[in-house]
């Protein structure tokens, strides 16, 4: 099954591009940093869901106690589970299946917005820089994931971080593809 891992600089509107993909809003988006741990959406093809996906919230290793068990969450109340989940930053993912009949088998990973000298940091005590570049790093080095590094354009090539950040972990680029975004957070 593929596996995409979008990367990116914090604000660059990785969430937004998967929601796009989507056709849903799925992240909670916030003033203080929006995705705090990487998000796993395993979509499954399933013809037994074919009128709503339906969409299973995989209980949560970092809040055993407050989200012992799996729940089943409709598409609207997502963003609220997220959100919920998000209170800290975390290398600990948060994993989500959705089963649909029109949606491929895939994989796809969000993950926190690097964060790139000089550092802007936002509130919310984020990791330091150096330890969550280590957790996307950690997250893009299997050879079968897809590392989706996404860009702002307004900058020029040279002085883009994504293409000096990923060679640590695909040195030729020979399996990183580069969204290059508009959208300014």
């Known amino acids: 099954m593929p596996e995409l891992v979008f990367i990116g600089p914090q604000g ?11 056709g849903h809003k799925f992240n909670y988006i916030s003033k203080n940093g929006a ?16 009128t709503i996906p339906r969409i299973t919230v995989i209980k949560d290793s970092l809040f055993p106690d407050l989200y012992p068990d ?28 959705y089963e649909y009949d ?12 690097l964060i790139f000298p000089p550092y802007d940091l936002v509130s919310g005590n984020p990791p ?3 330890q969550l570049q280590d957790w996307i790093i950690e997250l ?3 050879h079968h994931r897809i590392p989706i ?5 307004q900058q020029e090539w040279d002085d883009a971080d994504m293409p000096h950040f990923i060679r640590k972990v695909d040195p030729k680029l ?9 959208i300014h957070i």
Do not use: M
């Open 102 to 113: 029109k949606c491929w088998n895939i994989r796809i990973i969000d993950t926190p917005g």
């Open 149 to 153: 590094c996404v860009e702002e354009a």
């Open 128 to 130: 330091p820089p150096e």
């Open 70 to 97: 799996d729940i089943n969450v409709s598409i609207d109340h997502l963003p609220d589970i997220i959100y919920e989940r998000s209170q800290q930053w975390s290398s600990e993912g948060i994993l989500i299946k």
């Open 174 to 182: 020979e399996r990183t593809i580069f969204i290059l975004s508009l």
């Open 140 to 142: 893009v080095r299997p």
């Open 12 to 22: 660059v509107g990785k969430s937004s591009f998967i929601e796009a993909f989507f």
């Open 35 to 50: 995705t705090k741990r990487p998000i796993h959406i395993l979509l499954l093809n399933n013809p037994n869901y074919s």
